[in-house]
């Protein structure tokens, strides 16, 4: 069975923050499938870097993965306007399967209602977010609680890419 990581992204994303853990991904073996509300349409990054959507939300579970990418930019927020890419991650994170989410990327798991009690990072201005969802926030490079893996910003990327893959072994 191939080894498959699900990627939540729209348009709007940070380009460096789906290309470089993609990247590190492949490298290490994995297949990644972009997934968004609509498939077979191009998104495309904040800086111009174009995704083709392999699948659409309503045609994906979370048994078919092995783990779930949120990079973040302007994308989480459009993701969060439709319940499914919450409820999607939420069936990672009840699933102990590993999720990695930089900068606005945990905005999404917020949709999850499971962060209570975790240590939890993100773009600084997401962090009272993250606390009003009960998250423990962490102004560190990666951190890293039970299945997730977060990151402040593209600066992190090496660590984030680092403890993902760590978290897959």
Do not use: W
Request: charged share 30%.
């Amino acid at each position: 069975m191939s080894k498959k990581i699900a990627v939540l992204v729209t348009d709007q994303f940070e380009d460096i923050e789906y290309t470089s853990p993609v990247k590190a991904y492949e490298e290490a073996g994995y297949s990644v499938v972009a997934i968004d509300l609509e498939a077979g349409k191009e998104v495309t990054g904040k800086h111009g870097e174009k995704v083709k959507i392999d699948k659409a939300i309503s045609d994906v579970d979370a048994s078919d993965f092995d783990a779930l990418l949120i990079p973040g930019g302007f994308s989480p927020d459009l993701l969060r306007a439709d319940d499914r890419p919450g409820e999607f991650a939420k069936a990672f994170v009840e699933n102990k399967k590993p999720v990695f989410a930089i900068c606005h990327g945990p905005q999404v798991l917020i949709d999850t209602d499971l962060l209570k009690g975790k240590d939890i990072t993100g773009y600084r201005s997401i962090r009272k977010d993250l606390i009003n969802a009960g998250a423990n926030y962490k102004d560190a490079e990666v951190v890293v609680s039970h299945n997730i893996v977060t990151s402040r910003t593209p600066d992190d990327l090496e660590a984030f890419n680092r403890e993902s893959l760590n978290l897959l072994k």
